[in-house]
């Protein structure tokens, strides 16, 4: 994944934590539609792998 690409869901992951979720949509959004069928499976993966990135919470133990 590129740099930029990485840096922009990090991104979009603390806005969403502070509730900011507008902004976080409007970063993240043109990235993904940019992405490449490569790129797009590796945010894919990054996305699922950092669910509690963007919830704050840890999710694991929860059915």
Do not use: C
């Amino acid at each position: 994944m590129r740099p930029s690409t990485l840096r922009a869901l990090k991104r979009a992951a603390e806005l969403t934590r502070q509730n900011r979720l507008t902004e976080a949509v409007l970063i993240a959004e043109p990235v993904i539609l940019a992405a490449d069928e490569y790129e797009g499976d590796e945010i894919l993966r990054w996305l699922a792998d950092h669910v509690t990135d963007f919830t704050g919470q840890d999710l694991k133990g929860t059915p």
